[in-house]
C-alpha cells in the first residue's frame, strides 16, 4: 500500500563509508526527487528525475549520485561520506500535469560518525 | 529564485480552537502553486491543502483552509477545531514550472489539551 517507500529509515555509519539509499514509488508518477532536511529542518531539494533523466542537479557534491534504473526507482548513493552528510534524506514524486504536489517518503535519517 | 518565508518559528493553541500560520512568497512567476505541508514527529511529510495562483478562491480541506493574498504576496492557514493530531511541523511551499518545490523555514506548532 505504501505510494513511496524509502529504505533504509535509519543509517548510522562512519566517515568515509560509500552508502546508498534506495527510494521506490507505485503511484506511477513520472518525476522523482530528493530532498535533504538539515537539523534546522530547512527542506533543500537536491535531485529530480524525470523518466529516468536529470532535469535539476542543485548544487551537491558530486559524492552525491542519483541513480535511476526505472522511473518507479531512484535511488542515492553517496560516496566518502563527511559528518556534515547528517540530516534526513526524502524522497519524492509526482505526477505530470496539475497541480504538481509531491508525494514523500518516510524519509531515511542519516547519521554520520 | 523564488524565497518563502514564514515569520513564525513556534506557535501553540488550545484543543478545539483556531489557529492561523502566516506564509510570505516571493516569485516572479505567473503561474505558480502554493502548498502547506504538515510533518509531524512521525518525520512523515504530509500534504495539507493546495492553492492554484490562477484562482482566486481560497482552497478549503474540511477544518484547513488558506486565505490566499496574491498582490500581497500572502499565503496564510488556518486551522479550526484544532486537534491534538494536528502538532506538527508546517511548511508553506511554493511550486513554479520549473518543477520546483520552495520550502519556507516551518513553523512548529503545539496543539495542547
Known amino acids: 500500500d505504501t505510494a513511496v517507500s524509502q529504505t533504509p529509515k535509519y543509517l548510522v555509519t562512519q566517515m568515509g563509508n560509500d552508502k546508498s539509499i534506495k527510494c521506490e514509488q507505485n503511484l506511477g508518477h513520472d518525476t522523482m526527487y530528493w530532498y535533504k532536511q538539515d537539523s534546522k529542518k530547512f527542506l533543500k531539494i537536491m535531485f529530480s528525475?524525470?523518466?529516468?533523466?536529470?532535469?535539476i542537479n542543485e548544487t551537491v557534491p558530486n559524492r552525491f549520485s542519483p541513480k535511476s534504473p526505472d522511473k518507479a526507482h531512484l535511488n542515492l548513493h553517496i560516496n566518502s561520506l563527511e559528518l556534515g552528510d547528517s540530516a534526513v534524506y526524502f524522497c519524492?514524486?509526482?505526477?505530470?500535469?496539475?497541480?504538481?504536489?509531491?508525494?514523500f517518503g518516510p524519509g531515511t535519517r542519516l547519521l554520520v560518525l | 529564485a523564488q524565497t518563502v518565508t514564514q515569520s513564525q518559528p513556534e506557535m501553540s493553541v488550545q484543543e478545539a480552537e483556531t489557529v492561523t500560520l502566516s506564509c510570505t512568497y516571493d516569485t516572479s512567476e505567473s503561474n505558480y502553486y502554493l502548498f502547506w505541508y504538515k510533518q509531524p514527529p512521525s518525520r512523515q511529510m504530509i500534504l495539507v491543502i493546495r492553492q492554484e495562483a490562477y484562482k482566486q478562491q481560497n482552497a478549503t480541506e474540511n477544518r484547513f483552509s488558506v486565505n490566499f493574498q496574491k498582490a500581497a504576496k500572502s499565503f496564510s492557514l488556518k486551522i479550526s477545531d484544532s486537534q491534538l493530531g494536528d502538532t506538527a511541523m508546517y511548511f508553506c511551499v511554493s511550486y513554479n514550472a520549473g518543477n520546483m518545490l520552495t520550502f519556507g523555514g516551518g513553523t512548529r506548532l503545539m496543539v495542547k489539551p
Open positions: 519524492a514524486s509526482s505526477r505530470p500535469g496539475g497541480p504538481r504536489a509531491q508525494y
Open positions: 528525475y524525470n523518466n529516468k533523466e536529470l532535469i
